[in-house]
């Protein structure tokens, strides 16, 4: 059974930090291109970042600078350190795992809240 489990959400000021983590069961981790999709209230869902099994991270342009995306595959985790969070951050964060062996097999975490608020 494929689990995505994510923590760390929270309430944080303007300015503040969140560091999230999602902890990966399941799954040949190694073989996934994991990711990291926000939705806020009214609005389509996204994608934030993701980072290959290599490595190389991808980023939207919204998060460039302030966001870091890391894995750990001796811990089949991955991460996403938020810096200089903005009122704009507010969303359900979704921790995503795309196999790179099977095509459109993607599995999602039930999501994490963060809301920048002062």
């Keep these: ?3 995505l489990v994510e923590s760390g959400g929270g309430l944080v ?3 503040g930090s969140l560091r999230l983590s999602c902890a ?5 981790f190694s073989f996934y291109t994991m990711g990291w999709y926000r939705q806020a209230p009214g609005k389509q869902r996204e994608l934030v970042a993701l980072i290959t099994s ?3 991270p991808v980023y939207d342009d919204s998060v460039k600078g302030r966001f870091t995306i890391s894995r750990d595959t001796a811990k089949n985790t ?4 938020m810096n ?4 704009e951050d507010t969303a359900v964060y979704y921790c995503t795992a795309r196999s ?3 095509a459109g097999r993607t ?10 608020s002062s």
């Design 24 to 28: 990966a069961s399941g799954i040949s």
């Design 107 to 116: 599995y999602w975490g039930q999501g994490t809240q963060v809301t920048v």
């Design 13 to 15: 000021q303007p300015g």
């Design 100 to 102: 790179m062996l099977v």
């Design 84 to 87: 200089s969070l903005e009122p």
């Design 1 to 3: 059974q494929v689990q």
């Design 54 to 56: 290599g490595g190389s």
């Design 78 to 81: 991955v991460n996403l350190q």
